[in-house]
């Protein structure tokens, strides 16, 4: 069946500061072969100061003039570090303007490699090049100073957010929430539909009665992904009610959305799931709403538990917002 497409929502939608300080107080294939959750009492990693992302943007910091620092470089609290949109920008100044050198812009690209695996590296790139016509056209910023115990370099644009913190926000993965997506709305050729897919094998795993209580009409705001904390209540499908296959399906699930980015970052993943209460904390929900070609593989869907939330809206193209961390 030809899958059709659907106007696109507004792509502008922010979680606010207050929502925000609530929530923080290689390739795919590769990624579904080995064990998520830490094991042992052996210590999770996590990114530091001194991290491959971490230290080049310490030397992006040393390179910046006065004049450059006055616009890209905020303070840590500042209100810009606690938006999250699908398209917009941190700063004004486009990182392929004159307002950068060449070496600043090869940075800002090792950054961006950085705090991610060899596959997301290449499929971000793809997505900016598709959606904006390049990294040159999104923006970053670094709030506070690098090195210390609060900085946090963020690169934002057309579906993307990405984050680089060295672990100076305490609890939260990834710096705080994220974004990704793509814009093109075949499924056969978004970036991102692989994981739709992924998602759906487990929907398919499931018996009648299952399907009946993850299977949802309408999705919340995309945007609307507060961590909720132990006391929360969770959309779907409880993953400690399924069978020891249907949860291996899950972890599986959970690798392979974690696999574009760095090991780091996924280690930390691993650690606040596990401290959360593991995959069986979890609840999966698929929406019938925005079901593209109507064919009951479902482009909307939720992963979410007490310090999870992934919420991938497929349809007309990819919005994804995560946010991971302990309340």
């Known amino acids: 069946m030809t899958r059709t497409s659907t106007q696109c929502p507004e792509c502008s939608t922010n979680l606010s500061r207050r929502e925000f300080v609530r929530v923080v107080g290689t390739a795919a294939v590769a990624a579904a072969s080995s064990p998520l959750l830490p094991t042992g009492k052996s210590a999770v990693a996590a990114p530091t100061k001194t991290s491959a992302a971490e230290s080049a943007v310490q030397r992006l910091y040393e390179t910046v003039t006065p004049q450059q620092a006055s616009v890209i470089c905020l303070p840590f609290d500042h209100a810009?570090?606690?938006k999250i949109n699908a398209n917009w920008e941190v700063t004004e100044p486009l990182i392929g303007s004159d307002f950068y050198t060449d070496e600043q812009r090869a940075l800002i690209n090792d950054i961006l490699k950085g705090?991610?695996?060899?596959?997301?590296?290449?499929r971000f790139?793809?997505?900016?090049?598709?959606?904006?016509?390049?990294?040159?056209?999104y923006a970053?910023?670094?709030?506070?100073?690098?090195?210390?115990?609060q900085f946090q370099f963020e690169l934002t644009g057309r579906h993307l957010t990405v984050r680089a913190d060295g672990n100076t926000v305490p609890g939260a993965?990834?710096?705080?929430?994220?974004?990704?997506?793509?814009g093109e709305e075949d499924p056969a050729q978004n970036l991102f539909h692989y994981q739709t897919k992924k998602v759906n094998e487990v929907f398919q795993a499931l018996d009648p009665s299952q399907r009946q209580v993850a299977l949802l009409k309408e999705a919340p705001r995309e945007n609307d992904v507060p961590l909720q904390g132990d006391a929360g209540?969770?959309?779907?499908?409880?993953?400690?009610?399924?069978?020891?296959?249907?949860?291996e399906l899950v972890e599986s699930v959970v690798r392979t959305l974690l696999a574009p980015y760095r090991q780091e970052d996924v280690d930390e993943v691993a650690s606040i799931l596990k401290e959360g209460g593991g995959l069986n904390q979890l609840h999966m929900a698929f929406y019938e709403a925005g079901d593209l070609g109507n064919d009951g593989e479902w482009d909307v869907w939720r992963v979410e538990g007490?310090?999870?939330?992934?919420h991938f809206r497929g349809a007309p193209h990819v919005h994804a917002y995560i946010n991971i961390g302990l309340k």
């Open 125 to 137: 790139v793809k997505q900016m090049d598709y959606d904006s016509g390049g990294v040159g056209e």
């Open 173 to 182: 993965a990834f710096g705080g929430p994220i974004v990704y997506g793509h």
């Open 115 to 122: 705090v991610t695996s060899e596959d997301g590296y290449e």
């Open 140 to 149: 970053c910023a670094i709030f506070g100073k690098p090195g210390t115990d």
């Open 233 to 247: 209540r969770f959309p779907g499908l409880a993953v400690n009610s399924l069978s020891a296959d249907q949860k």
């Open 80 to 82: 810009s570090r606690f």
């Open 306 to 310: 007490p310090s999870f939330v992934w």
